[in-house]
């Protein structure tokens, strides 16, 4: 069933999204505390310095790499030229940014500001952990963001908790030269097609150690969150697992798209140790020609292959995730990037909405972050004056795409995160337990459905949880209550 035409992808590319991530910092001395402190920070810079005698110390985290050359540059220029008296510390985390905050949050020491992460913000939205943006916005400013408010998203009863500047969702980034090489025409339709095209580039050049596919499946989250559990959305028209419209779960319909993964992920097709990969190696190894193709997200690859790991931009390009057998009932989610979280209980919280306002919302922040690729623009205004890279113009599936892409409601687990108890192994280690494993698919599949409806029902009982069931829910055009 091999392929040899490129399929034409005539879908007219939208702009879209919400949310953020950032990169951050620390000072010297603590970038040395950092390795040994346990806290989970794997990685600091310093852009402050906390001795520096009065000076209101404003404390921001993130876990975003892509921009941080970028971003410590701005914030770099706000310690040297504020005349507020204020020093901002910033702070990258990599692999364990909800790990971090966790902690932080239990222990009452989270920073002033936090990048957005869904699942940071879903975790503690509940808790009244965010501040309420509209207090401390004038009307210009809520003017200017107008197109970015989505009630249900990150406007919840009347209170906005972030503002997403780009979007991203989850693509397939591909080697052309690779591909070009062992005579594959175009990337993969379909996930079986995938499967055929990751064992024919390893069975032909893993002697030159090049193979055909490769994820970071060192963290199961981590990886399915990027790529299988995206695909499913629009291979099942579920959300996680989730059927909105019958207000229950359904995992047994992962079923294909397991036993595929189980051979994708196998020495015919994927680099060795992926099972202990980070995104980061990954990365280093797909801008040295040694990975035919892995998922992440669209934000972010282009200023990773632009700053970080530099590749020639010819080398890459990008394509929709592939299902089983083509088939696509839903829309794929996506999410607000380059956001930020306020905490409510900060003890500096005016100042931080300042800082925050002059870093991460002028003009010419937005304009450079765009122009710089580390993230696609969903204001109109920096559409209109921004001239953005190459990478941005040409490779169109990097864009959030109004006929494949869209903001999906939240699945109960999500929704009420604290409030669901799931017994048991969690969705992404169920899933390693058969890519991994000898899990019996079908009733594997079939024991974590009765376990999230469990879990979802005795949330809804113990008043932790409510119903979530939206009728006549569409999963091609998706509404979010």
């Known amino acids: 069933m091999k392929r040899k035409k490129v399929t034409a992808l005539g879908l007219a590319a939208a702009m879209a999204a919400a949310s953020v991530m ?41 876990k975003d790499r892509h921009d941080a050359a970028y971003v410590q540059e701005k914030i770099d220029e706000y310690n040297a030229n504020n005349t507020d008296n204020v020093e901002v510390v910033y702070t990258l985390y ?28 879903d975790k503690y939205v509940g808790q009244g952990q965010w501040a309420d943006l509209y207090s401390f916005m004038d009307e210009d400013m809520k003017t200017y ?32 030269e690779i591909f070009d090489r062992v005579g594959i025409d175009g990337p993969p339709e379909t996930l079986e097609e995938m499967v055929e095209d990751a064992k024919l580039i390893t069975s032909q050049l893993k002697g030159e150690g090049i193979y055909g596919f490769a994820e970071n499946m060192k963290s199961a989250s981590s990886a399915l969150e990027r790529s299988m559990c995206i695909g499913l959305q629009a291979e099942t028209g579920t959300n996680y697992g989730y059927n909105f419209k019958e207000g229950k779960y359904d995992f047994t319909l992962w079923a294909p798209t397991l036993s595929l993964w189980k051979e994708l992920l196998s020495e015919e097709c994927a680099f060795p140790g992926c099972e202990s990969l980070d995104i980061d190696p990954l990365r280093t190894q797909f801008a040295a020609g040694k990975i035919g193709m892995y998922f992440s997200y669209s934000h972010a690859e282009p200023g990773v292959y632009e700053n970080q790991f530099p590749m020639d931009s010819s080398k890459w390009d990008v394509a929709p995730i592939p299902t089983v057998g083509g088939q696509r009932l839903g829309k794929q989610y996506y999410d ?56 941005f113009k040409n490779k169109k599936w990097l864009l ?27 969705l992404y280690k169920t899933a390693e337990s058969i890519y991994y494993g000898d899990a019996d698919i079908d009733s594997t599949l079939q024991d974590l459905t009765d376990r999230y409806n469990k879990a ?7 008043g932790t949880g409510w119903e979530i069931k939206i009728d006549n829910y569409d999963p091609m055009n998706p509404t979010l209550e």
């Open 400 to 426: 959030i795409n109004k006929e494949t892409d869209a903001l999906l409601p939240k699945p109960p687990h999500a929704a009420f995160t604290s409030g669901m108890i799931v017994e048991g192994e969690d």
């Open 22 to 62: 950032g990169c951050s910092s620390d000072n010297a001395s603590s970038t040395s505390a950092a390795s040994q402190n346990g806290n989970g920070q794997t990685e600091a810079q310093t852009s402050g310095n906390e001795s520096a005698g009065e000076k209101t110390v404003i404390n921001i985290w993130s």
């Open 336 to 391: 607000g990037t380059s956001g930020y979280l306020i905490n409510a209980k900060s003890p500096n919280l005016e100042t931080a909405f300042q800082v925050y306002k002059d870093i991460f919302t002028n003009e010419d922040y937005l304009v450079g972050y765009y122009e710089g690729g580390y993230g696609v623009s969903i204001l109109p205004s920096i559409l209109e004056k921004a001239n953005p890279s190459e990478d």
């Open 145 to 176: 963001f107008a197109d970015v408010i989505t009630p249900g998203y990150n406007e919840i009863d009347g209170k906005l908790y972030f503002i997403p500047t780009t979007g991203t969702t989850c693509r397939l980034f591909y080697n052309t």
């Open 456 to 462: 979802y029902e005795d949330a809804i009982a113990n």
């Open 94 to 121: 990599t692999d364990n940014y909800q790990q971090a905050v966790d902690m932080a949050a239990q222990n009452g020491e989270l920073p002033d500001i936090l990048v957005y992460q869904n699942t940071v913000f």
